[in-house]
Structures are given as structure tokens and as C-alpha cells.
T-cell receptor, first 116, second 119 residues
């Protein structure tokens, strides 16, 4: 275990549903990330949060909405998704030391999302 | 934009053999980090080894070592005395902006190499 947990581990949803993915880190980190892992494609960075502030949105469609209420929790709210959004969604965290970002990211086990 | 290329989609070796996974990258940055991550079938990604671009000495972690060629933008991973537990997807990754202050600091990944260790 890396100290980063994700729930649920598997999710099947219809295109009209609204669901949320949850990530929690128990490492005392202050930066959190969402990545998308699709078959035969590199992992894609989606969002970056540093000290609860979003610092990066990597041109992600608005049907994905992140929320970071505190440094330990990160959510990804999903609505009106498309079948091509089916993928493994990975959360990660890292520590930012007063301007010098830690280079090691710790990953959760992922949520396997299937959009029908 | 940075890109990471892993040219070997799959490799298979016998247990106890040495195997080298290749990775090349493209960047105009001079200060960056490189990583190898391992993703076993259970899917939890874990860091195997990292290399700071300003360090000339190649990083080593037990049976894992890298061959970092900055001029050639090459970053290969060597696994010595391979074990069955080394079977996994291996991802090469790149990170710029080691200092905060805006801009992306997420990782840029290659497509991965599926390494199979045969008994």
C-alpha cells in the first residue's frame, strides 16, 4: 500500500448518470493529482491541486469536475460521460517543500470506470 | 511539450536474467527529473527509481539501475537477476519544473513496456 486510497475500485455508469470518485491520502502531502489511464495510451495528467488550489487543468472536458476540499481529499465528479471516458482513473499525491516540489508521486490503486 | 517514448511494448525474459527497458524523451528543458514506475497486475503504481538531470551519476536501487544519457535524451532501466515479482508494466516518466511557481508539474508518461519474467 502506498498510503493513497481510492473508492470505489470499480464503477459502471450510464451516460446520463452522475457519480463521484474519491481519493484520500494518509501521507501528509499537500499536492494531489488525477490521471487517466486508457488502454494502449500513456497515462494522461488531468488535474493538479497544490494546497487545495487547482494549478493545472490539462484541457479536460467540463463533464469532469474536480474538487479538493482539503489537502487529504480529492474528488472527481462525473456527469454525462461518454463511452470513450471508460478508463482507469488514478489519483496521486506528493509533497511540496516551500517552493521545491517533491519529485516523488504516490499513486492510489485506481478506479476502473465503465461508461455504458 | 514533452514526450516520452518507450519502443518496446512487451518483453519476456527468463528468471535470473538481466533485462534492459528503453526510454527516450524529448524536451527543451535543462532541469528535470526522470522516473521509472512499476505497475503490477494489482494496478498500484510504485516508483522504482528516479534520476535528476543535473546529476551525471546513474541512479541505482538494489537490482535496478539506469543508464542516463542526457545528450541523447535516453533513460534506460536495467533489471539484474530478474525475479517473478518483477512481472509488471513499466512506465518511464518525465517531470519538469522541480520548483513550484506555476505551470504543470504532473508527470508525462510513456506508453509502457509489459515485462514478463518466465520461470
Amino acid at each position: 500500500e502506498t498510503g493513497v486510497t481510492q473508492t470505489p475500485r470499480h464503477l459502471v455508469m450510464g451516460m446520463t448518470n452522475k457519480k463521484s470518485l474519491k481519493c484520500e491520502q494518509h501521507l501528509g502531502h499537500n499536492a494531489m493529482y488525477w490521471y487517466k489511464q486508457s488502454a494502449k495510451k500513456p497515462l494522461e495528467l488531468m488535474f493538479v491541486y497544490n494546497f487545495k488550489e487547482q494549478t493545472e487543468n490539462n484541457s479536460v472536458p467540463s463533464r469532469f469536475s474536480p474538487e479538493c476540499p482539503n489537502s487529504s481529499h480529492l474528488f472527481l465528479h462525473l456527469h454525462t460521460l461518454q463511452p470513450e471516458d471508460s478508463a482507469l482513473y488514478l489519483c496521486a499525491s506528493s509533497q511540496d517543500f516551500s517552493g521545491h516540489r517533491s519529485y516523488e508521486q504516490y499513486f492510489g490503486p485506481g478506479t476502473r470506470l465503465t461508461v455504458t | 511539450a514533452q514526450t516520452v517514448t518507450q519502443s518496446q511494448p512487451e518483453m519476456s525474459v527468463q528468471e535470473a536474467e538481466t533485462v534492459t527497458l528503453s526510454c527516450t524523451y524529448d524536451t527543451s528543458e535543462n532541469n528535470y527529473y526522470l522516473f521509472w514506475y512499476k505497475q503490477p497486475p494489482s494496478r498500484q503504481m510504485i516508483l522504482v527509481i528516479r534520476q535528476e538531470a543535473y546529476k551525471q551519476q546513474n541512479a541505482t536501487e538494489n537490482r535496478f539501475s539506469v543508464n542516463f544519457q542526457k545528450a541523447a535524451k535516453s533513460f534506460s532501466l536495467k533489471i539484474s537477476d530478474s525475479q517473478l515479482g518483477d512481472t509488471a508494466m513499466y512506465f518511464c516518466a518525465f517531470m519538469t519544473r522541480p520548483y513550484s511557481g506555476g505551470g504543470a508539474d504532473g508527470l508525462t508518461f510513456g506508453k509502457g513496456t509489459h515485462l514478463i519474467i518466465q520461470p
